[in-house]
């Protein structure tokens, strides 16, 4: 039976932490993701869970901790923000190539310098290659249900891979909006307990994090790469048994109008909210507009993003972070190369926009909308790398 609540974007992942009730949590408080370790921790202290929390000196350290404890059979977690994951960057790595399931919340907030606490996505697509599974969420309910999700994804025998969820601080992590809980026998029941194969204090000899020499290493990132490729099935399956026991459906991505859609946004975390309202807006002025909304960034489902974009003649990528490539965002580039091969490619153009936690209005839709528009009319995606909402341009 559901469980009614009206929670911020923290406390979702804080509830779904303490129903799962991990072996570890080992965490370094850091804007805007401190509440949730700030909840889990009153939660250790009154004796609601059962969980090992580590206090650390700094989110290095945190992700040293969860490694440790996952390679020796326990169930870890941790959660952070911005530069906050910058500094386990080494560590993200180490999580990944030694197929440890480990599981991230990450409060998305932009990467210094300047200093900046609010929102965007630097700090995960920065990650995004190093072996991750990421998930992205569009509002508190999602930040939810993928975070139970994601140990399931993770801790599957044909995966083994860290995963993060995602969420837009601020923007959701602080506010409160109305979800549906499952009880936490239900959680309990679908999330399972943690059987690893193999770990540190079974008994049985094994090495974990040994230098791994030029007759080895490459084998072991070809493994890897095979389970990011497999683990789009995982994801599918997961995400129907979780469709099942909730009546919440979830998908690689969400295509929100996109049934005879001339012109489409890509987008992803809580801007898709912003994106629908525009599209209706047009839709009741008879335009063929539609949504595509990102869920699940790696693994990237190339194939499907491409089928659902075939039909489409212009596409606008929006990416609310900047590779600094000088030719545009990371999720632009992924979708780009999705559509290589279709026999109509759509006419593609990318917008940057919201850097710093900057605010995106209907009106910054509205204008990539328009901007479609003439792509169409003149059969031209000239100067693709496009910035909407910064002063002066």
Known sequence: MAIRERLSGNEAIATALKQVNPDVVAAYPITPSTEVVHYFSQYVADGKVGTEFVAVESEHSAMSACIGAQAAGARSATVTSACGLALMWELLYVASGHRLPVTLAVINRALSGPININNDHSDSMGARDSGWIQLYSENNQEAYDNYLMSLRIAEHPDVLLPTMTCQDGFITSHAIENIELLETEAVQK??????????????????????????????HQYQRAQAMLGAKKVILDVFKEFGELTGRKYGLFEEYKMEDAERAIVVLNSSAGTAKYVCDKLRANGEKVGVIKLRVFRPFPMAEI??????????????????????????????????????????????????????????????????????????????FYRHVGVRGV
Not at 211 to 218: A, H, L, N, R
Not at 364 to 382: H, P, Q
Request: glycine share 8%; net charge negative.
């Open 306 to 383: 491409a089928k659902a974009l075939a039909h489409v003649k212009a596409v606008a990528v929006m990416d609310k972070c900047d590779s600094f490539s000088a030719v545009g965002g990371p999720v632009f580039a992924d979708v780009r190369s999705a559509c290589y091969d279709l026999e109509n490619r759509p006419l593609m153009i990318n917008y940057i926009y919201g850097l710093g936690g900057r605010d995106v209005p209907v009106e910054n839709f509205e204008t990539v909308y328009a901007a479609l528009s003439e792509v169409i009319k003149t059969g031209k995606a000239d100067n």
């Open 190 to 219: 679908f999330v399972g307990k943690y059987k690893p194969e193999r770990h540190l204090i079974d008994g049985k000899p094994m090495s974990v994090g040994p230098y791994d020499t030029v007759q080895f290493y490459f084998e």
